[in-house]
Every structure is written in structure tokens, then in C-alpha cells.
């Protein structure tokens, strides 16, 4: 590959390497359509900031979670004994799975991946209902609680809206689903992209879940934020469950850095509500830009992410390593994904002069791949030498 991109940084995960990691391989300057990040948020103006007091955060000890999760707790309106605060969302996964998940757990897939990953990994026995493509992959609740029951899981998992192709179910399902399964040993609901929800005016069902006795609401402040690199996430449930999450985590496990942003967010709930408006723009811009090209399907999102399936016989693997050597853009294709092939693919919501590259690098690729297909073609259709002489 050109620039000195070496694809199979992409068979030694199930995840994308990181942004580091490709660049390190000599991959120039990229456009990131694969981790997904709030593009708008911080402002210039707090990176500024940031900046001011990068020499003192970067020296100093953070205060312990408590302090940083009353903070919090006031940003969000949320009582500070409902909440623990984690160094990343896995991080909470991770811990929900040897604390709470003990036989069974129920989740939709495809989905995020350390869903799945993490109960296997610790020997549990984990229920996969596949969303279906002929139903858009949406979420059918009746279904999956059927299912549940059937397989007799003990512990259930949504994530509103799901990834990788933003579906969204409205609150009033959600709150239906845990009404319902009262009586298992856990429910989860991944909110992680709840904020970029536009459809619905309150659709965090944190609020009941800080009142339930066997909820949990998982939260991902990177993603909202787009500071994937403070790994910084939270849960809310009642104060029974939070209080022994926070005192299984570790005391300082939140750095410096996610304590900086905490306190900085309570001056710039403007911004933030206008990076949720800017990216809702141009989540339907993009959608219409990539409609427009022959052979791919784009799906309905609720998230900072489109989902969208390849035709004419195009190979997400082909595009993505075609778009990264030749355009320099990085994009997630799902064939790894469980429950998913190599005809789709989930592109983050960016600005639009940076979907116009990617636009060009698509139909740059399908035009590369018509010609070599004619190419092919005109050559198999000559007479053979043989035929020829005689």
C-alpha cells in the first residue's frame, strides 16, 4: 500500500487500530471517519485552555473520584451517590461482567464489541440475537424479550442508540423493556450516544435507573465530548449498585486531564449544545451526499455515525484500505463485527469539506474497480493466439 500503510494492523483486532498506530505506519495526514468523535467540541477556544494548564495537569495528582463525581453529579443534575466514574466506559464493561453478569447475558448484535468480548472472555455464556437486515436492523423489543426467556439469560443489554448503525429505540421502549424484566439480575442500557439523539427530547432513561433495583446506564463522555483520549465514562444506577462499582474502582482512576475537562464543563453547556446542533447538520448533509452515489445504502442514525452497505459487488475491506493508502481517510468496515459482513461499513459524522474527500475517494475507488472490471473483460473476449493462427 502506498504510504506505507500496513493493512494488517487491521487482522490483529477486532477493534480498528488507533489513529497513533496508523500514523506511526507513515499514513500522512488523516481524516478520521472511523473513531467516533464529537468533531465541534472542545471549542478552539477550551483546547486554548487546556493548553494553559497542560504543564500543571500533566505534574499534578488528580483529586479522588468522589470529588471529580460531585462535580459531575452538578453538571448533570444527578444525585453524586447514583454515579461512579470509570478511566473509559470498558473499564465499567469490564467490571459489570465480574461483578453482576454471573451465568448469562442477553445482547442484540452487531453491537459494540466488548459486549460480547468480555463475558466470553471470562467463560459466560453470552445470547446473541441478530438484529436482521430485512428489518433495517432495527430492534424489535417484543422479539428480544421473547428471546431473553426463551434462553433464560439473567442479564440483558441494549445499546440506545446501537453501534454501528445508530438505531434508535424511543423511551418509552426502553422504559416498556425494563418493565418487563424486573426480575432479572441486571439490565443495561449503553447510552454511550445518547447526547447526539435528536428525534426525542429527553431520551436518557438515567433518571429511572437511579430509582430501579436492577438497572444500570452506561455513559461515555469521549464520545460526547470528542476526547476519546481522557478514556473517561460513567454508570448511573441506585445508589446500592453505584456505591459497589465505585468501591471495587480504583481510587484515583480518573487522570488529571478528565478532572480539568469535569470542571470546565459547567462554563461551556452553550458550546456543547451547539456542537450537538452542528453535528445533527451535518449528519443529514452527509446522508444525503452518500445517497447520492450508486451502489450504497445508507441507514437512519441517531448517532454521530452513519451506517451504510456496499452493492456492486464492493468489499468494505478493498474500500477501506483503497481510501487510507490513496485519500488518506480511515474508515471502520464492520466485517469483524459479529452478526456483520464485509458489505457494510460505519462512517463518523465530519464536516462537509471533509465529506467531500471521502465522497471522491468512494467513487474514485468505484471508478478504479469499473475500469479494471472492463479492462478484464475486453481481455477475456480476444481470441486466443492459437484460435488466431489458425
Same mark, same amino acid.
Given at each position: ?17 488507533? $489513529?497513533?498506530?496508523?500514523? &506511526? %505506519? ?7 471517519? /472511523?473513531? @467516533?468523535? +464529537? #468533531? ?103 422479539? $428480544?424479550?421473547?428471546?431473553? &426467556? %426463551? ?7 441494549? /445499546?440506545? @442508540?446501537? +453501534? #454501528? ?226
Amino acid at each position: 500500500m502506498r504510504h506505507g500503510v500496513d493493512s494488517g494492523l487491521f487482522q490483529q483486532t477486532a477493534h480498528s487500530p488507533s $489513529y497513533f498506530e496508523l500514523s &506511526r %505506519t507513515g499514513a500522512g495526514e488523516l481524516v478520521d471517519f /472511523c473513531i @467516533p468523535c +464529537n #468533531p465541534y467540541f472542545p471549542t478552539p477556544e477550551m483546547f486554548e485552555e487546556l493548553s494553559k494548564n497542560l504543564e500543571s495537569v500533566l505534574k499534578f495528582y488528580p483529586s479522588d473520584s468522589s470529588k471529580i463525581a460531585d462535580q459531575l453529579s452538578k453538571v448533570l443534575g444527578l444525585n453524586p451517590a447514583t454515579l461512579a466514574m470509570s478511566n473509559g466506559s470498558t473499564e465499567l464493561i469490564t467490571w459489570m461482567d465480574h461483578l453482576w453478569i454471573h451465568e448469562s447475558v442477553a445482547i442484540p448484535i452487531p453491537t459494540f464489541g466488548r459486549w460480547t468480548d468480555q463475558p466470553m472472555e471470562s467463560n459466560k455464556r453470552v445470547d446473541m440475537f441478530l438484529l436482521q437486515e430485512s428489518n433495517n436492523f432495527e430492534l424489535d423489543i417484543d422479539e $428480544y424479550i421473547k428471546f431473553i &426467556r %426463551t434462553r433464560g439469560s439473567r442479564v440483558a443489554v441494549i /445499546c440506545n @442508540p446501537n +453501534n #454501528p448503525d445508530g438505531g434508535y429505540l424511543p423511551r418509552r421502549e426502553i422504559i416498556r423493556f425494563m418493565d418487563e424484566l424486573s426480575d432479572l439480575d441486571l439490565i443495561v442500557i449503553d447510552e454511550s450516544f445518547i447526547d447526539f439523539v435528536e428525534v426525542e427530547r429527553n431520551p436518557s432513561v438515567a433518571a429511572e435507573a437511579s430509582i430501579r433495583p436492577n438497572v444500570v446506564v452506561l455513559k461515555s463522555l469521549g464520545k460526547n465530548f470528542g476526547l476519546h483520549g481522557i478514556r473517561f465514562g460513567y454508570l448511573v444506577a441506585n445508589p446500592g449498585l453505584a456505591g459497589k462499582m465505585r468501591k471495587t474502582l480504583p481510587k484515583w482512576n480518573l487522570n488529571s486531564l478528565a478532572e480539568t475537562v469535569v470542571f470546565m464543563l459547567a462554563d461551556h453547556e452553550a458550546e456543547y449544545a451547539e456542537s450537538l446542533r452542528l453535528l445533527s447538520r451535518d449528519r443529514y448533509r452527509m446522508g444525503m451526499e452518500l445517497s447520492r452515489i450508486p451502489d450504497l445504502t445508507v441507514y437512519s442514525s441517531q448517532a454521530n455515525f452513519l451506517f451504510v452497505k456496499l452493492g456492486g459487488g464492493m468489499d468494505g475491506r478493498e474500500l477501506r484500505d483503497h481510501l487510507l493508502a490513496r485519500h488518506q481517510v480511515f474508515i471502520r468496515e464492520c466485517g469483524n463485527k459479529l452478526g456483520m459482513t464485509s458489505k457494510f461499513a460505519r462512517l463518523v459524522v465530519r464536516p462537509e469539506q471533509d465529506v467531500e474527500r471521502l465522497v471522491e475517494g468512494i467513487r474514485d475507488f468505484t471508478q478504479a474497480r469499473w475500469t479494471s472490471h472492463a479492462v478484464h473483460a475486453s481481455h477475456s473476449s480476444e481470441p486466443s493466439l492459437l484460435m488466431h493462427s489458425a
